[in-house]
């Protein structure tokens, strides 16, 4: 799919309708082949001869005209705060530039509240430039304090440049942490990029602090041990405590620290606490005319499902998915698949055959699952989808499945230091082909070997179900039980 073809499929229906009428209203002669070619992209039908440079130059002016529709679009549909302040900064220099001083004036202050609230330091930079400008007519504002105003915003802005650089400089360690492997005191690394790039702990805002979240989550996602985000976490409930009367104009970033830190909670087996954060994540979904619900629904009800299944209720676990699933049909198919493998994990812990029927839904390649969902979600998949079929003995499918997981993955597990997964597809494996050896003292000592070593990593909750099940088959256990038990 190329450059093109990528753009015209993340537009919606109404979105392409539009942009036909658009054409439609650009063309200068009714004879044309733009909005031939497009419909011709949209249905997957291309005939035109690619070869000749009409062609190219028609894609060309085609791919133009898309990106000039995309940004007027978004511009006049985004409702953003952020583009309510754009939306006053232009309104107020088309003022300007008809004389109208009062008018353009009182957008600006409109504006600088706006962008104040939300803490957009560039654009209140832009709007003090504005002001600072247009100062010399008397409907202006007092000078002095405009410019006390743009010395203090100056800071803040400069502040969040050089966390936005920190920022940049941690993903890329986490990037060589995740690929080469690389060991480091990540605390430590946080702490002294944030000192070298001058930043403050004291200075911090939501945005730098939902930053910082999402890279200490990362890695303890990579390491498998979020034991490693205790001190962050405490930074977290410091900041919103002393920060509560702010938390409303910055919603979006709140709504994400909070799901940041009931995602740790859970992940380091605290049920409790993790509901009690996402009771108030559920709870600023539902303000301001639930402006952010879509935006962050499908994580809710799967932290919320987890929860429940692993603090013994699976049964409310499943219900919960299985209406956020059938509820929201539009929702970011990231998230739905997210929620969709929960379920499907839901089930297969209970032996239940309706995993068999909801593996059948997940419908892309490889490939596909690799690229949008990340390799960490697609080898997760495969896993699941060898257990599941081991569980109902479709032994033959299961044991393909596992030589295609060796093959595909063989060289890129160790080059990320995950060995361990091979290990463990290997006792599977054995489980599978060979039953009669899983009670043998070889068998037993081996895994008896790789889950004490995992122990020294301190077992993630996921790594707990992936060894809970081939321990219950072992000891002809419940797998759920046994799962549990192990928690």
Known sequence: MNALEEIVSILSDDDKQAFISFLKKKNKRQ???????????????????????????????????????????????????????????????????????????????????????????????????????????????????????????????????????????????????????????????????????????????????????????????????????????????????????????????????????????????????????????????????????????????????????????????????QKALKKHTDADEADSNDLHLALLVFYLQQSDRTALKLMVQFGHSDSWYEKNMGMDWSIKKKLVEVLLHAEFENTELALSLIKSFKRRYKKYLPEVKEDRVLAFVTLVEQYISKPEVVGSHKFLSSLQAFTKELKKDHQDIFVISFIGWLEAKVKRKPVYDTILKRL
Not at 78 to 102: C, I, K, N
Not at 133 to 142: K, L
Not at 146 to 157: H, L
Not at 197 to 208: C, E, H, N, R, Y
């Open 31 to 321: 004879d044309v082949q733009n909005i031939s070619l497009f419909k011709m992209i949209e249905t997957d039908d291309i005939s035109l001869q690619k070869n000749t440079n009409s062609y190219h130059a028609l894609r060309k002016r085609l791919y133009n005209s898309l990106i000039e529709f995309i940004g007027n679009r978004r511009f006049l549909t985004d409702t953003s705060q952020e583009h309510e302040v754009l939306r006053l900064l232009v309104v107020a220099r088309v003022l300007f530039e008809h004389r109208l001083y009062r008018e353009a004036f009182k957008c600006l202050t409109k504006a600088e509240a706006k962008a104040a609230e939300i803490e957009h330091f560039s654009l209140l930079n832009e709007i003090y430039h504005t002001r600072i400008q247009f100062a010399h007519f008397d409907t202006a504002p007092n000078l002095n304090d405009v410019i006390e105003r743009f010395a203090a915003n100056k800071k803040m802005m400069e502040q969040e440049e050089q966390m936005n650089v920190a920022y940049a400089l941690l993903r890329r360690e986490l990037s060589e942490i995740y690929h080469q492997g690389k060991i480091i005191d990540f605390s430590k690394f946080v702490k002294d990029t944030l000192e070298q790039q001058g930043v403050s702990a004291d200075a911090l805002t939501f945005k730098s602090l939902y930053q910082i979240l999402f890279i200490a989550n990362e890695y303890a996602s990579i390491n498998s041990n979020y034991n490693l985000l205790e001190p962050f976490m405490d930074s977290a409930y410091s900041f919103i405590s002393n920060k509560e009367a702010l938390t409303d104009k910055h919603l979006y970033y709140h709504i994400y620290i909070l799901y940041l830190l009931a995602n740790m909670h859970f992940r380091n087996r605290r049920f409790t606490e993790s509901e009690t954060f996402l009771k108030k994540m559920d709870e600023q979904m539902q303000k301001h005319g639930n402006r952010y619900y879509s935006r962050f629904c499908m994580r809710y009800f799967l932290l919320l499902a987890l929860n429940k299944n692993y603090s013994g209720n699976p049964g409310a676990a499943a219900d919960i998915a």
